[in-house]
């Protein structure tokens, strides 16, 4: 891809609304490295002139408004998404405005901060009210988000009104549609990139950094899933607005983190290098954002060996080289079923619910879809779930299928260990996944009856990889989706975990031959409820 440096068009001192345009534009930055953000204006002169001179009055604060003071959150930020009149998106044919509005929604679960409106390109045909409306969102707007906008009524209307913007992202819209990052124009010479014109300058120093961003960026819209629609935004928002905290990244920090790796960690790193898988992973994940999860994994399930995991396991997990600390996601909140067969639900129950099938079939689950695209998305997933041997012990083995980035398919397996949380349905699960431990916060949200279908959502992260997320899994005997009859139970039950059924994906569960299956010796499996009991319908 080749980066084209041209002017900017002058910038207008007003808009048609009469309100004062902004010009705070800064260099570009990307999300791979600290951002140099914007700072906002301040509401007050910081050295007032003779003629705006302030009257000082003492007032004495408590404590808790001290703090108040200083402890000053960032100002909001303001996105605003234009969609095609009618468009459709390739999320099973969803209207990109339910998309967009929807994604408006999941916005608020990173930061309460973060403002979406949604407008349809209809505004030049319908009332003045509603292009003023439009208008006055623009002109205090952060982002402009464009998408299959191709009427030219609207091109030349979206192109009068967001010179004062930004950043302008357009997707599949008309070419014609000007974009910007960081206030500065880009153009890409990519051909069949979403990003076909980015037209604009950048400041000479920092076209790589722009290049990343815009290949991050254009990568993930090109999955075509809410997750990475929503991330989008956030490398927009963390490379040239405001950090944002899930997104702080993978990269060295320099000389601390070469020194933490090579005083602790030199033969892991050494035969981490000689291994050519190991090997491979590294390369892999270099070619990837740190801060996209569907990239990076892909790379690890691709490439996981034992060298990769003592590598991982040195640097990462016992010594921290990159100083990173995520959190598990606190939004949505999900809210366990309470009942099950008409009873309230208790904690051995939920244990049985989990382990579902298991003896009566080889598995307790098979995954029927999920909604994470990082890790929910590989063909062939059953779910393991039993009581271990010690007393009070649960234990949850997923084994799935990798499609390789070399085309080869292979069988990975996981060993989590599963302690309840204080709400019957809910539990806290960690893994060490290829040296890198996981902590997660799973809920039991729904279980039909007769055992047929479940749902269950989780929040995770990797706290020394910096990485958080969330997830569904729908979960079958068979794998395949429930009868329709079960639509509306459905529908409710991804309702409570703020999930629509166009953002789930189906797993390909078609070519599952030979799956490792088994679970321990001397294992058992459920307390209260078995799923082939079904003496409960006749009550």
């Not at 900017?8 to 953000?37: E, Q, V, Y």
């Not at 001179?53 to 605003?80: G, H, M, S, Y």
């Not at 979403?194 to 076209?207: E, H, P």
């Not at 990837?288 to 990769?308: G, H, T, W």
Request: glycine share 6%.
């Amino acid at each position: 891809m080749s980066l084209v440096l041209e002017p900017p068009p002058p910038p207008l001192s007003k808009s048609k609304t009469g309100a004062p345009l902004k010009r705070c534009f800064t260099s570009i930055r990307t999300a791979l490295s600290p951002p140099n953000h914007r700072f906002r204006a301040s509401r007050f002169p910081l050295h007032p002139t003779s003629s705006s001179r302030p009257t000082v009055t003492v007032v004495l604060k408590t404590e808790k408004e001290k703090n108040a003071v200083t402890e000053q959150k960032d100002p909001p930020v303001r996105i605003v998404a234009v969609v095609g009149q009618g468009s459709v998106s390739p999320l099973k044919c969803t209207p990109w405005e339910e998309v967009m509005m929807h994604t408006a929604k999941r916005l608020k679960w990173v930061d309460e901060g973060y403002e979406m409106v949604v407008f349809p390109d209809n505004f030049h045909q319908s009332n003045d009210q509603t292009a003023m409306d439009l208008q006055k969102e623009l002109a205090c707007a952060d982002i402009l988000l464009v998408v299959a906008v191709t009427n030219q009524d609207s091109v030349k209307w979206i192109g009068t009104n967001s010179g004062n913007i930004p950043n302008v992202i357009c997707f599949e819209s008309d070419p014609g549609l000007v974009n910007k990052l960081g206030g500065s124009y880009v153009h890409s010479e990519m051909k069949g990139s979403i990003f076909d014109k980015l037209v604009g300058i950048s400041q000479l120093k920092k076209t790589d950094e722009t290049k990343e961003v815009v290949q991050t960026v254009s990568e993930a819209w090109d999955r075509c899933n809410s997750d990475d629609i929503r991330f989008c935004l956030l490398v927009i928002i963390n490379a040239y607005i405001q950090p944002v905290p899930v997104l702080k990244n993978l990269r060295s920090k320099g000389f601390s983190t070469l020194n933490c790796m090579v005083k602790n960690c030199g033969p892991q790193i050494l035969d981490c290098l000689m291994d050519p898988n190991c090997r491979k992973a590294l390369q892999c994940l270099n070619k990837c954002s740190p801060v996209d999860q569907v990239c990076n994994y892909r790379c690890i399930a691709s490439f996981e060996s034992p060298k990769l995991e003592a590598f991982s396991l040195c640097v990462l997990q016992k010594n921290n080289c990159l100083d990173l600390d995520a959190k598990i996601p606190e939004k949505p909140y999900v809210q366990p079923m309470l009942k099950f067969r008409g009873k309230d639900l208790c904690h051995e129950t939920a244990k049985d619910l989990f382990v579902g099938w298991l003896g009566s079939l080889d598995w307790s689950w098979r995954v029927v879809a999920g909604q994470n695209p990082a890790y929910d998305q590989f063909p062939c997933q059953y779910q393991l779930f039993y009581r271990g041997k010690a007393k009070g012990s649960f234990w949850y083995e997923p084994v799935f299928q990798v499609k390789t980035l070399e085309g080869e398919l292979v069988w990975r397996r996981r060993k989590y260990r599963v302690k309840r949380a204080n709400v019957p349905g809910t539990f806290y699960f960690s893994v060490l996944d290829n040296g890198v431990v996981s902590n997660e916060y799973w809920t039991i949200v729904d279980v039909s009856e007769d055992f047929s279908w479940g749902l269950f959502h989780y929040h995770g992260a990797a706290r020394v990889a910096g990485q958080s997320y969330t997830g569904a899994v729908l979960v079958s005997p068979d794998g395949t989706y429930p009868k329709q009859t079960q639509n509306n139970r459905l529908s409710s039950a991804l309702e409570k975990c703020g999930i629509k059924e166009w953002e789930l994906y189906t797993v390909d569960n078609c070519a599952c031959q030979d799956p490792p299956l088994g679970i321990p010796e001397g294992s058992s499996l459920h307390s209260m409820v078995d799923a082939k009991d079904q003496s409960w319908s006749s009550v």
